[in-house]
Each structure stands twice: as structure tokens, then as C-alpha cells.
């Protein structure tokens, strides 16, 4: 058991009680006063750690940046449980998190209300060339499909922010490895940060610390420099939340095999193992190396008859994929195991079979809506060493959020995201911010699957694409091909969400739900799945499509969550060879009968969940056209231009 686990165990009866003994004796009496975030004098400039133990050219990149961001001390992080403790010990004292001690060492950070999700409109990637990260189209169309900035221009702008911006600040060094350290999928990067709350959050997300650096010897590794942007000065108390909103910016250098995100702390921002390199910097190393990085859950499906597959899921940011991963099925017999809720890293292996690993090490997911009742395992995962941000507290020492279930919460005062007090059902406004997130280590997980570190990674037997689409779009669907799939994936919409800056719900392109994380030109990315169908030696995955989020009248037609098992059912059957399913213009969709709804306590409208409306699939198409002629230009394969025409045509003969 860690410190900090002792000391909530004696504060346990006595909510929000700060912790006042720094975790770390020598650390304490190196400073006299007892934590180094409070130690003006303290002169030397490594506290934690020892610079001549790493790697040269960690070394290098370290001296380098902290030369320009001018931090008032450095640490080294070691990975182990006795510097975690110390640095959720410092922000609690600094006040960015408060226990939740009605859990076993969890936490609550409340966010500055302007740095609540991923900014994507500030997300660059800086290429020499414009068109190796977005399409190459006609001058006035302004791209949706990714930012690009001159390396140069974006250095000038990095000028204007970092050099100074860690003064009154302890530079953290993190090194980490997205993925299993030593799989040969993995890969190893070095984040900088100016933040604790990234440091602990990193710890959950990834594998860090000296077993990484161990395993990186001298090797190249991906910079990561990230500061809040706050600098603080000695008239000035150092803030809550730090950030700086208005300047903030995330840069991909993909050349430099670098990622610079300044001003922001929440999430893909600031956590930058996660979509800046395992997404974006991520697919530009798997085109050259011929794999695939992807916004995508892993899961296992074991069938009543003992027969295990793995598929892989792209849904867009808030569209199912913690829930999907975690699922407890509703058809008795099955068993769904999660190897990832986020991200899949994907190859080839000798022998022409798709094999994915999980870089990740924890899961960032939604918490409104998040329930016994809708994602049981996500609720066990997160009863201890969870950090919670942006959620709502409750007066007992818990977490509540919209959709969590209101059982014994009654008497029970609640504490707004917002800090407001005695928060009221009814009263117009969010206990949680929509976008509110909780960090938990995956190996938590009641349906964790056994192969989820496998260094090997799990065989993909089917790959799902799916979005929240209110009309027109059926439950489920097959592609006739690889090639068609790849269109599916290419022409995949959903509404908005609030995982990033949008405000209300719009039916946008969300192209392989890879559109806020391409690395590279999306024409390009489609060629690249394309050309995996020319060979033969590989057993390409068949592609499906789902929808849970089409709406009839009274709102959703579908039940979703544990109910969606009777899709993959399906799914699972096709993979088989079953011969379930009959031909539609859209691709093939099951035969009448053939999903199975044994015991389904609810009316489901089948007709209306796999209606095609003729109207709502002629502008559907016309749109597709107009989309990819626009965004993709003279990008777009030829194989996507077929694909289209053929579809255009199955549709105007309905
Ligand atoms: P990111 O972490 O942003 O990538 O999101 P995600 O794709 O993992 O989405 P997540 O599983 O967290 O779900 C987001 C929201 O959709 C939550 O509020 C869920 O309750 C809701 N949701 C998930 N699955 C279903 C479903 O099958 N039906 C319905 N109606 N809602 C769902
Ligand atoms: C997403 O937006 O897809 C997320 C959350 O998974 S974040 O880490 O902020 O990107
Ligand atoms: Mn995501």
C-alpha cells in the first residue's frame, strides 16, 4: 500500500481533509520546507532523478527545452508508486484535485471552464509539404480534414510562446511506451511537461518510467514537450487549474518526430502519448511501415459453443467505444472481453493475419452517462486509483454525473463541475460537464481479456465503422468487399460531440472517425488501406457498419449498450460463413429473422431500423460526391470514385 492510500484510509470518515505530510521524508528534508513546489531557495536545478543516468540523447532534448522554458526545477520520473503518491500529495496541496474518499485513492480535478476538451481548430500538423498532410483540392476550399502549417511558421509561433513559459514551474520528464515496452509494436516517446495532473494521468494512460528508458537505450525516441502555458511569478499564486486558452496551440512535427502543445492541460491536449503520437505521428510511422494506427476499441466475443474472435471498432470521439468494449452481453452464453476502448495498432503478421495491440495502458473515458446499468465494468474500473475530471462530487465524498444511477442519492448534497453547491435535478444546467473524463488503469477491468498485454497482439476477425446518425443509416450492414469496406470507413458520418470545441449536434464527415487525428494526407491514408487488398498472402477482415443512434419518434429505435451483442452476434456468424444475410444497396444486410432477439424485453421497430428512405440515399450520395470531389480532390483513388458510382447507381435504381 502507498502513502497516499495510508493517509485516506485515516481520512476516510472526513471528507476533502488535505493530506499535510509530504509523502517523500528526504525530498521534505532537502527542502526544508516540506514540499519542493514551496521552496524559493532551493538552488540546484534536477530534484528528482539523476541526469547522468539517461540516455545521451534524452539528455540532450532535456537540457535543450528546459534552456528554453527555463523551469525552476527538473524531475525525472521513476514510474513508481512512491512518486505518485508525492505528486497527487503536491496537487492536492496546490488544490487541482481533491480526494474522493468514498473510493479507494481517487481523485477530483476541476478544470479551468475554457480548457474543457481537445481544441482541434488549434491542432496542427507542420509538414514542408502542404499536401503530405491535406488533400490536394482546388484554392478556395478550406480544408475539414485537417490544419497544416509550414515548419517554420509554426516555429515563429512556438518563439512567441515557450522560451520562459516554465519559470516558478518543476519540469517533469516522462518517458513512456504506447504499447507493451520491448513488443516490437511498441513505440517510445519522452513528454516534458510542466504539469503533475499529465505526470499521474501519463501513469495511468501509459507504461512510464526508468523500465522505459532501460528499454530505449540509445535508440531515437518521439519528443514531447507540453507546458500549461502559465509561468508564475513571484507577485502572482500560482492557479488551480493553469492554462492558457488563448494561446493555446498542439504542433506535430512529423519530420522532427516531434509534438509541441502549449496552453492547454485536458486530455488528447496535454496527454500526448495518446492521440498527438499513438494517432497522429502514429499513422505517418505506420504508412512508411506498413501497418495501421486507428481510433479503435479492441474487443474478444466468446460464443455460447466456446469460440473466441477479436474485432476492432472505429466509432468517433463520444460515439460507444468504452461502452462497447466493456459491454455485458444480454444474449446468455456470450462473453465480451476488452483488450482496448481507444486506440489499435494493427499489422500484418507472417502468416497474412491482422494482428492488433492496445497501446495504451488505461482508459480516458465519458463519464455522463456511464452507469451500472449501461457499463457495469466501467463503474467496477473506476472504484479506485481512478482520477475523475470535471464531474460532479457529492458531499459523502463520491462522484455523480447525469445518467449515473440516482439510487440512495437523495440526501445527498451535490457539488457542481462548476463548484456549485447543493446542485439541483431540474435546476437547467450540468452536474458534469459533458465532456467530463475519468483516468483508470485498464488492468482494473472486470472484463480485461487475458490477452490484453500480449506483445503479439490479438488476431482482428471483423472490423467495425460506426456513428451516431439519427436517420437513415441501419443497424447493421456488411461491405461486399475490402474495397467497399475502405469506402464505408471513408464515407462514415456522425453528430458532433462534446469531446472537442463543437457546441450542438451536426451531422459532420468523420472519415474512419480518424478526421480530428489524421497524421497525413487523408487521399493518401485511403490509399494505403487500398493497397492491402492486392495481396493475396493476406487475410484481409471483413468491414461491417453500425448504427445505435437512429431515432424514430419517442428517441432512440434501438436499446443499445449490453443489447448490442445481437448485432456482433451477427457479425460474428458472417465471419463464420453463415449464410445470414441478403443484398441491399447499401451492402448486405441481415436476412429477416436472423438477428437474434430471444428474450429482448423491449419493442424494437425492425422495418424502421432497416429502412433505406430513397430521398434521405439520393442526397446522402449526391453529398458523398460533393464531399470527396471538395475535400479529398485529386487525391481521391480511383477505387473510392468506383465504389461511389457504383453505390450512386444501386441507389437511383431503388
Ligand atoms: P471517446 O472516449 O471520446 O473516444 O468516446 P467513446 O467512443 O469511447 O464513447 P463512450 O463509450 O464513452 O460513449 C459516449 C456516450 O455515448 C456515453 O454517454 C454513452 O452512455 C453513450 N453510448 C454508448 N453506447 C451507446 C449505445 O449503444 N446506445 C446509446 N443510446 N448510447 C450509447
Ligand atoms: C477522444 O476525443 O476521442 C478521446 C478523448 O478519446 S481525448 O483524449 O481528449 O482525445
Ligand atoms: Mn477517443
Known sequence: ?????????????????????????????????????????????????????????????????????????????????KERDLLLYLLQKDGTIKPLNKYENCWLARTDPDDVARVESKTFICTTNKTDTIPNTKDDVVSTLGNWMSPSDMDCLLESRFPGCMKGRTMFVIPFSMGPIGSKFSKIGIQLTDSAYVVVSMRIMSRIGTSVLESLGNDDFIKCLHSVGKPVTSVQKADRWPCNPKQTVIAHYP?????????????????????????????????????????????????????????????????????????????????????????????????????????????????????KKTNPNAMKTIEKNTIFTNVASTDDGGFYWQGLDKTNQDNIQITSWMGIKNWQHGSGTDPAHPNSRFCAPANQCPNIDENWESSEGVSIEAIIFGGRRPEGLPLVFESFD?????????????????????????????????????GYNFGHYLKHWLSFQANRKLNCPKIFHVNWFRKGPEGFLWPGFGENI?????????????????????????????????????????????????????????????????????????????????????????
Open 1 to 81: 500500500m502507498g502513502q497516499t492510500d495510508l493517509l485516506i484510509n485515516e481520512n476516510k470518515q472526513e471528507t476533502n481533509m488535505a493530506n499535510d505530510k509530504c509523502p517523500d521524508e528526504t525530498l521534505s528534508r532537502k527542502l526544508k520546507d516540506n514540499c519542493y513546489a514551496c521552496a524559493p531557495d532551493y538552488t540546484g536545478s534536477v530534484l528528482y532523478g539523476n541526469l547522468n543516468d539517461l540516455p545521451e540523447k534524452v539528455k540532450c532534448f532535456i537540457q535543450d527545452k528546459a534552456k528554453q522554458c527555463q523551469p525552476e526545477y527538473i524531475h525525472i520520473c521513476d514510474g513508481t508508486e
Open 255 to 371: 519530420e522532427r518526430h516531434e509534438i509541441c502543445s502549449f496552453g492547454s492541460g485536458y486530455g488528447g491536449n496535454s496527454l500526448l502519448g495518446k492521440k498527438c503520437m499513438a494517432l497522429r505521428i502514429g499513422s505517418i510511422l505506420a504508412r512508411k511501415e506498413r501497418w495501421f494506427a486507428e481510433h479503435m476499441l479492441i474487443m474478444g466475443i466468446e460464443n455460447p459453443a466456446g469460440v473466441k474472435k477479436y474485432f476492432a471498432a472505429a466509432f468517433p470521439s463520444a460515439c460507444g467505444k468504452t461502452n462497447l468494449a466493456m459491454m455485458e452481453p444480454s444474449l446468455p452464453g456470450y462473453k465480451v472481453t476488452c483488450v482496448g476502448d481507444d486506440i489499435a495498432w494493427m499489422r500484418f503478421d507472417e502468416n497474412g493475419q491482422l494482428r492488433a495491440i492496445n497501446p495504451e495502458a488505461g482508459f480516458f473515458g465519458v463519464a455522463p452517462g456511464t452507469s
Open 482 to 518: 475490402w474495397t467497399h469496406g475502405v469506402f464505408l470507413g471513408a464515407s462514415l458520418k456522425s453528430e458532433t460531440t462534446a469531446a472537442a470545441e463543437y457546441k450542438g449536434k451536426l451531422v459532420v464527415h468523420d472519415p474512419f472517425a480518424m478526421r480530428p487525428f489524421f
Open 566 to 654: 445481437r448485432v456482433l452476434d451477427w457479425i460474428f456468424r458472417r465471419v463464420q460463413g453463415e449464410d445470414c444475410h441478403v443484398m441491399s444497396p447499401v451492402g448486405y444486410i441481415p436476412r429477416p429473422g436472423s438477428l437474434n432477439m430471444a428474450g429482448l424485453k423491449q419493442e424494437v421497430d425492425m422495418n424502421a431500423l432497416f429502412e433505406l428512405p430513397v430521398q434521405f440515399w439520393r442526397a446522402e450520395v449526391d453529398e458523398l460526391e460533393h464531399y470527396f470531389n471538395s475535400q479529398v480532390g485529386s487525391d481521391l483513388p480511383d477505387k473510392i470514385k468506383q465504389e461511389l458510382n457504383q453505390l450512386k447507381q444501386r441507389i437511383y435504381n431503388m
